[in-house]
């Protein structure tokens, strides 16, 4: 009879420490809170951000989980992303350096028009700037990854036949490199019209025209009321930054760390790269598809814009030391990618 007993104490004893043990690993799972002021179909958000998360939760050994929160659910304003990170709001976010001023300016140069040809190039050579450590980091925070848009091209509500038709046409413009383009084009820049209210002020006539990547276009509906794209100048690639809290990183437990080692900086670079490009030409496909006439310049055209945009190039380099070496470094790391 004790020797029932007693197997009956060793069994009672092993479950509750399996229950405790189940206890302390539930207790060892981290859950991320994430912000983006973007909506969830974004292509950021649902073909980048979203399948990033995925595959470190996947490879995070069960210590990481995440909750997502789009639309601006934490916070609204574009403006914020950052902070909400570096005060705790969120522990990631969606963050545009640009929308970051005088911090982040550094970040600006991919936005100088003319100097990527696509995400994949860019968004790597973004990172090795900032893996070199040319570019700022924020504080409080620690980067996780890096990326661009696609180039953005000119999407407008009237015909464009040559550069000229640009006089005194209302463009839309988002960065500072930008604004001075598109005035050294002979245009006019608006840039107090946030992306989510551009199809609006298209269609009432605020503004003719945007700078934005297709999959902007197609995020933020502009492409229901411009029926002319100029592709053949581009007008910069955004910068796009992935931070996570600082002392939210350090208390992560080990495996959930190596699982972000590995598919961070570069590797996130790429992926994000290769997600925007592949984007861009299956949208400016269902552009074409739908009848939308896309501008062909002659080759004086062309190298006339490239003229233009050198200006800017040389101008946002000449604004500080600092700015000049990023620029450089970016220049030849695209120059080495894409030979």
């Known amino acids: 009879m004790m020797n029932y007993?007693?197997?009956?104490?060793?069994?009672?004893?092993?479950?509750?420490?399996?229950?405790?043990?189940?206890?302390?690993?539930?207790?060892d799972t981290v859950t991320l809170k994430v912000a983006s002021f973007s909506p969830p179909t974004g292509l950021f958000n649902s073909k980048v951000l979203v399948p990033f998360l995925d595959q470190v939760v996947a490879d995070s050994e069960g210590t990481l989980e995440y909750k997502f929160f789009p639309s601006g659910a934490l916070g609204r304003s574009p403006v914020e992303q950052l902070k909400l990170v570096t005060d705790g709001v969120a522990d990631m976010a969606f963050v545009i350096p640009s929308y970051t001023p005088g911090e982040l300016d550094a970040y600006g140069v991919t936005e100088i028009p003319g100097v990527a040809e696509n995400s994949s190039t860019a968004s790597v050579a973004l990172w090795r700037a900032y893996a070199d450590g040319l570019l700022p980091k924020p504080e409080g925070v620690v980067v996780v990854g890096l990326g661009t848009t696609f180039p953005q091209t000119l999407h407008s509500t009237k015909p464009i036949g040559s550069l000229n038709d640009l006089n005194g046409m209302r463009i839309r413009s988002a960065s500072a490199a930008q604004t001075e383009a598109v005035k050294a084009l002979g245009a006019t820049p608006i840039s107090n019209l946030r992306a989510p209210e551009v199809a609006e002020g298209l269609s009432r006539g605020t503004v003719d025209a945007v700078a934005f990547d297709f999959a902007a276009g197609s995020a933020f509906r502009s492409h229901q009321v411009t029926p002319y794209y100029l592709t053949d100048v581009t007008f910069g690639a955004f910068a796009l930054?992935?931070?996570?809290?600082?002392?939210?990183?350090?208390?992560?437990?080990?495996?959930?760390?190596?699982?972000?080692?590995?598919?961070?900086?570069?590797?996130?670079?790429?992926?994000?790269?290769?997600?925007?490009d592949a984007a861009e030409m299956a949208d400016r496909q269902t552009q074409e598809a739908e009848g939308k006439t896309f501008v062909n310049l002659d080759q004086a055209e062309i190298d006339k814009a490239a003229d233009i945009f050198e200006e800017a190039r040389v101008n946002w380099g000449a604004a500080s030391a600092e700015q000049q070496e990023v620029l450089d470094h970016v220049m030849n790391t695209l120059g080495t990618l894409q030979q």
């Not at 007993?5 to 207790?27: D, K, T």
């Not at 959930?256 to 670079?269: I, L, Q, R, T, V």
Request: hydrophobic share 45%; net charge neutral.
């Open 5 to 27: 007993r007693n197997l009956i104490r060793s069994i009672c004893a092993l479950a509750g420490a399996a229950l405790i043990g189940s206890g302390a690993s539930a207790q």
């Open 241 to 276: 930054m992935l931070p996570i809290n600082e002392a939210t990183w350090n208390a992560l437990p080990d495996p959930a760390k190596a699982a972000f080692e590995k598919h961070m900086g570069e590797n996130f670079a790429r992926f994000n790269g290769e997600t925007f």
